[in-house]
Nanobody
């Protein structure tokens, strides 16, 4: 059974940091494009970042460039999203998703996690 499990969300003050993890079971994340998405209350889901570990490709949405860093640990079968300088507008449920492709996508993902809540507030 394929599963993606996110962790690392929580409450953080503006300017703070969090590191989200996406751990896979039943699949090797190294062979997939892994995306982080988020959905804020009342808003549509949007792509945040993506990694294709086998090709060393990383991509970021403009609104997180310079603040978020995506990385992978093949030994742990985990993809991380390091989030620094968090802002209240980053508040959302963050999801990771995997697609069997060598290119990043924002649609047609094969597997989704259940999400982890990030709240940025003072």
């Amino acid at each position: 059974q394929v599963q993606l499990v996110e962790s690392g969300g929580g409450l953080v003050q503006p300017g703070g940091s969090l590191r989200l993890s996406c751990t896979g079971s039943g699949l090797s994340l190294n062979y997939y494009a892994i995306g982080w998405f988020r959905q804020a209350p009342g808003k549509e889901r949007e792509g945040v970042s993506c990694i294709v570990s086998s090709d060393g490709i990383t991509k970021y949405a403009d609104f997180v460039k310079g603040r978020f860093t995506i990385s992978g640990d093949n030994a742990k079968n985990t993809v991380f999203l390091q989030m620094d300088d968090l802002k209240p507008e980053d508040t959302a449920v963050y999801y990771c998703a995997a697609v069997f492709d060598s290119k990043c996508r924002v649609y047609g993902m094969d597997y989704w996690g259940k999400g982890t809540l990030v709240t940025v507030s003072s």
